[in-house]
C-alpha cells in the first residue's frame, strides 16, 4: 500500500541571518518532535521520532559553492497490520 505523497517546496532568496533563523526553527522542530513547513501556497507537518537518517554534502565549483542538509525517517504505518502470524512445522 503506497500512502499519497505530500511534498512542500519553497526557494527564495535570504540573507544569512535569516536562512539560520529558518535553521534554528528546523532543529527545534527536531527536538519536539514537530516540524510545520508553510507559505502562502502550501502547508505540510512532519512528526520525526526514532533514529533519523542525516546526509551532508559540500561542495565549490568555480565560484559557487553549496551545501545540502538531507534528513530523513520511517514513519509506522497507522494502520493495523492485517496479517496472520506465521507458524511452521515439520
Known amino acids: 500500500m503506497r500512502l499519497d505523497k505530500n511534498t512542500f517546496r519553497h526557494d527564495s532568496?535570504?540573507?544569512?541571518?535569516?536562512?539560520?533563523k529558518v535553521l534554528d526553527?528546523?532543529?527545534e522542530g527536531?527536538?519536539?518532535g514537530k516540524l510545520v513547513f508553510s507559505d502562502e501556497d502550501d502547508?505540510?507537518?512532519l512528526n520525526p521520532d526514532g533514529l533519523l537518517e542525516l546526509k551532508?554534502?559540500?561542495s565549490q565549483e568555480d565560484n559557487r559553492q553549496k551545501v545540502n542538509v538531507r534528513i530523513s525517517w520511517q514513519v509506522?504505518?497507522?494502520t493495523k497490520n492485517n496479517?496472520?502470524?506465521?507458524?511452521v512445522s515439520s
Open 13 to 20: 532568496l535570504q540573507d544569512t541571518k535569516s536562512i539560520s
Open 25 to 27: 526553527s528546523i532543529t
Open 30 to 32: 527536531l527536538a519536539k
Open 43 to 45: 502547508k505540510i507537518i
Open 56 to 58: 551532508v554534502t559540500a
Open 76 to 78: 509506522e504505518s497507522k
Open 83 to 87: 496479517k496472520k502470524s506465521l507458524t
